[in-house]
């Protein structure tokens, strides 16, 4: 019930549209109870048995309104009738029509407004999902599997659309439809409504009982959901290898093992949400064969009822069956809903740890230098940065060597601020990384990788991720920096083409030049390279190569190369060994002494 609550905070913006639907649904309910009310007259005349009223009844005030009303349709009927039998019959048909189509009418109209309501609360839903997702931090989504959070931004939201909105319009109406109901009844005869009221709560205690294992099977059944999404997207990303490993069996053994437990969970949830309806309405004809049974010898035996008011019975208490049904699926509804509110509910409140300060500051540029101080750092037990120091200053290019593993990306990953020191700090211009804004410092950093991460857009929009605000001129100037402009030329569409997934119509040197001019086009003062040439063949690496060189010339970059011809330019190298620094100097001072560096070196020469 508690997360039903939280995502109903979701409503709030559309309140409005809850007012109209209460509204609507307290009409059509009123309606609903009046138009079974109105077979009375109906019946009446079919079985002569309208009563007589002689006199044109006259209006006593509110509480005579029930007298007045039938008096008035008697007398009504009454006249016509001894004229002409067929025109009585059409006026009883008319009133029927009339008010079954006020009450559909109604029902529409609360339904027409509510729907604004569920899909609002979807949208906004999805919306503040997504939003959190991308201000989570990095290591967030290296725990959690990409398949989990899709699931639940899309079946989860889903579940919760048909659970617990689906069933909002219950919540109003069958309450309403109960309560007008129960009086219409009450109006007609005290004795059978309190003989159908003590039947309610009995069948409420045997319907609950059935849904108090639902909520654990639809925890089951979503989770393993985000468990096959999960497979689908690593499949779909990683689908070249799968074949070329023919490993298609091995990833078909275990989607198929994945589909097969959610059957299981699936049939076990349904099965027993199923019950809840063929259940409460057998137990509700149970209650109307002995309402049957008592009111037939009240009509029969007592003579104390007519035969027409107690059809007229019947079907209203029919009538109440329904919502007491829809009221017993939505309990059933809200326990599974719950589930998948639950795991909505977790990615929204999940702790964020790199949240800004509530001091802190904006940088607006780089000056002087940026400073990693004695840092100490792991992911999650091993220490992979020990005591590492290091200054880049304004203007300087430093590159980081040392093998793999070594701890290059996780200094890159720092300075970014993706991850938090343990020990240590990180600062720039004396400010520390912890206490600026994090989408200030950002803004100074443009970033290049090994895997030139692109999104399945045009070239364009690509570049524009850079600087959205960026004019087409500069665009093809970022271009040109980055030995891109005239492949792109060659493109289908120039800079329109759409560049497939992941911009898989391009070869890897052509995505490393765009990820290049990408960063070009944002035009920040640092530079972080990792890697950025390592995939690629000798004649790309050239064009990229001097990509970069242009992309470095006049900023402070910092470099991480496996390729040691790339850097042998730079004003420092640093030499990384398990995450700390061996040697430091530039090409030439290092080359000169017996320094690993030379050996490392001599090794890529071969
Ligand atoms: N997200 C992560 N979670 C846990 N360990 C990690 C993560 N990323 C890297 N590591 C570990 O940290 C160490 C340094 O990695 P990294 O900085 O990527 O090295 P390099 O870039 O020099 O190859 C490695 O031992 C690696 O296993
Ligand atoms: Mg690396």
């Given at each position: 019930?508690?997360?039903?609550?939280?995502?109903?905070?979701?409503?709030?913006?559309?309140?409005r549209?809850?007012?109209?639907?209460?509204?609507?649904?307290?009409?059509?309910?009123?309606f609903?109870?009046?138009?079974?009310?109105?077979?009375?007259?109906?019946?009446?005349?079919?079985?002569?048995?309208?009563?007589?009223?002689?006199?044109?009844?006259?209006?006593?005030?509110?509480?005579n309104?029930?007298?007045?009303?039938?008096?008035?349709?008697?007398f009504?009927?009454?006249?016509?009738?001894?004229?002409?039998?067929?025109?009585?019959?059409?006026?009883?048909?008319?009133?029927?029509?009339?008010?079954?189509?006020l009450?559909?009418?109604?029902?529409?109209?609360?339904?027409?407004?509510?729907?604004?309501?569920?899909?609002?609360?979807l949208?906004?839903?999805?919306?503040?999902?997504?939003?959190?997702?991308?201000?989570?931090?990095?290591?967030?989504?290296?725990?959690k599997?990409?398949?989990?959070?899709?699931?639940?931004?899309?079946?989860?939201?889903?579940?919760?659309?048909?659970?617990?909105?689906?069933?909002?319009?219950?919540?109003?109406?069958?309450?309403?439809?109960?309560?007008?109901?129960?009086?219409?009844m009450?109006?007609?005869?005290?004795?059978?409504?309190?003989?159908?009221?003590t039947?309610?709560?009995?069948?409420?205690?045997?319907?609950?009982?059935?849904?108090?294992?639902?909520k654990?099977?639809?925890?089951?059944v979503?989770?393993?959901?985000?468990?096959?999404?999960?497979?689908?997207?690593?499949?779909?990303?990683?689908?070249?290898?799968?074949?070329?490993?023919?490993?298609?069996?091995?990833?078909?053994?275990?989607?198929?093992?994945s589909?097969?437990?959610?059957?299981?969970?699936?049939?076990?949830?349904l099965?027993?949400?199923?019950?809840?309806?063929?259940?409460?309405?057998?137990?509700?004809?149970?209650?109307?064969?002995?309402?049957?049974?008592?009111?037939?010898?009240?009509?029969?035996?007592?003579?104390?009822?007519?035969?027409?008011?107690?059809?007229?019975?019947?079907?209203?208490?029919?009538?109440?069956?329904?919502?007491?049904?829809?009221?017993?699926?939505?309990?059933?509804?809200?326990?599974?809903?719950n589930?998948?509110?639950?795991?909505?509910?977790?990615?929204?409140?999940a702790?964020n740890?790199?949240?800004?300060?509530?001091?802190?500051?904006?940088?607006?540029?780089?000056?002087?230098?940026?400073?990693?101080?004695?840092?100490?750092?792991?992911?999650?037990?091993?220490l992979?940065?020990?005591?590492?120091?290091?200054?880049?200053?304004?203007?300087?290019?430093?590159?980081?060597?040392?093998?793999?593993?070594?701890?290059?990306?996780?200094?890159?990953?720092l300075?970014?601020?993706?991850?938090?020191?343990?020990?240590?700090?990180?600062?720039?211009?004396?400010?520390?990384?912890?206490?600026?804004?994090?989408?200030?410092?950002?803004?100074?950093?443009?970033?290049?990788?090994?895997?030139?991460?692109?999104?399945?857009?045009?070239?364009?929009?690509?570049?524009?991720?850079?600087?959205?605000?960026?004019?087409?001129?500069?665009?093809v100037e970022?271009?040109?920096?980055?030995?891109?402009?005239?492949?792109?030329?060659?493109?289908?569409?120039?800079?329109?083409?759409?560049?497939?997934?992941?911009?898989?119509?391009?070869?890897?040197?052509?995505?490393?030049?765009l990820?290049?001019?990408?960063?070009?086009?944002?035009?920040?003062?640092?530079?972080?390279?990792?890697?950025?040439?390592?995939?690629?063949?000798?004649?790309?690496?050239?064009?990229v190569?001097?990509?970069?060189?242009?992309?470095?010339?006049?900023?402070?970059?910092?470099?991480?190369?496996?390729?040691?011809?790339?850097?042998?330019?730079?004003?420092?190298?640093?030499?990384?060994?398990?995450?700390?620094?061996?040697?430091?100097?530039?090409?030439?001072e290092?080359?000169?002494?017996?320094s690993?560096?030379?050996?490392?070196?001599?090794?890529?020469?071969?």
């Amino acid at each position: 019930m508690k997360s039903f609550k939280k995502i109903l905070l979701f409503a709030i913006p559309y309140k409005r549209f809850a007012f109209l639907n209460i509204i609507f649904n307290a009409l059509y309910a009123l309606f609903s109870a009046l138009s079974f009310v109105a077979l009375i007259p109906m019946l009446n005349v079919l079985f002569g048995k309208t009563p007589k009223v002689d006199a044109k009844p006259v209006y006593k005030g509110i509480t005579n309104l029930k007298a007045y009303v039938t008096d008035f349709i008697n007398f009504k009927i009454g006249e016509t009738l001894e004229k002409d039998p067929l025109a009585a019959l059409i006026f009883a048909i008319a009133l029927i029509l009339v008010l079954f189509f006020l009450k559909n009418l109604f029902n529409y109209l609360a339904m027409f407004f509510i729907t604004f309501l569920q899909n609002g609360i979807l949208k906004d839903l999805r919306n503040s999902l997504y939003v959190k997702i991308l201000s989570q931090p990095v290591s967030y989504f290296t725990e959690k599997k990409k398949g989990d959070t899709l699931a639940r931004i899309t079946s989860d939201v889903l579940e919760i659309q048909h659970s617990f909105l689906s069933i909002m319009e219950l919540i109003v109406r069958e309450p309403f439809t109960i309560i007008f109901t129960l009086a219409v009844m009450f109006s007609l005869n005290v004795k059978l409504s309190i003989f159908v009221l003590t039947f309610i709560p009995i069948s409420g205690i045997i319907i609950s009982s059935i849904g108090k294992t639902l909520k654990k099977h639809s925890q089951n059944v979503q989770q393993e959901q985000g468990e096959f999404l999960s497979i689908v997207e690593e499949s779909l990303g990683g689908l070249n290898i799968i074949k070329a490993f023919n490993a298609e069996k091995l990833f078909t053994t275990k989607f198929f093992r994945s589909t097969a437990q959610f059957f299981g969970f699936s049939n076990k949830l349904l099965n027993r949400q199923n019950l809840a309806s063929p259940l409460s309405e057998f137990m509700g004809i149970g209650v109307i064969g002995g309402l049957l049974w008592f009111g037939g010898s009240m009509v029969l035996i007592e003579e104390t009822l007519s035969g027409t008011v107690f059809l007229a019975f019947m079907t209203l208490a029919y009538n109440i069956l329904t919502p007491a049904k829809a009221i017993s699926k939505a309990s059933y509804a809200i326990k599974k809903g719950n589930a998948a509110a639950e795991r909505v509910l977790e990615v929204l409140d999940a702790p964020n740890e790199l949240v800004d300060q509530p001091d802190a500051k904006n940088i607006k540029d780089f000056n002087q230098e940026i400073h990693f101080n004695n840092i100490g750092f792991k992911y999650d037990a091993k220490l992979v940065l020990d005591q590492f120091s290091l200054i880049l200053k304004k203007g300087e290019t430093i590159a980081l060597v040392g093998q793999s593993g070594s701890g290059k990306t996780t200094v890159a990953n720092l300075l970014n601020r993706f991850y938090d020191v343990q020990q240590g700090s990180v600062s720039i211009d004396g400010h520390d990384l912890k206490k600026i804004k994090t989408h200030s410092l950002r803004k100074l950093i443009g970033i290049v990788t090994q895997d030139s991460i692109l999104f399945n857009d045009t070239v364009q929009n690509n570049l524009r991720v850079g600087n959205p605000k960026a004019t087409d001129k500069e665009v093809v100037e970022a271009a040109k920096i980055a030995n891109a402009h005239s492949f792109i030329l060659n493109l289908p569409q120039g800079y329109d083409t759409n560049i497939g997934d992941q911009g898989n119509k391009l070869s890897g040197g052509q995505k490393q030049r765009l990820s290049i001019a990408r960063a070009v086009l944002k035009n920040p003062p640092i530079m972080v390279l990792d890697e950025a040439t390592s995939a690629l063949d000798t004649e790309s690496e050239k064009l990229v190569q001097e990509a970069l060189e242009n992309l470095m010339s006049n900023r402070t970059s910092l470099v991480i190369a496996h390729r040691l011809s790339t850097i042998q330019k730079a004003d420092k190298i640093v030499v990384m060994q398990d995450g700390e620094i061996i040697e430091i100097g530039t090409h030439k001072e290092l080359i000169d002494n017996e320094s690993t560096y030379k050996k490392l070196v001599e090794m890529q020469s071969i």
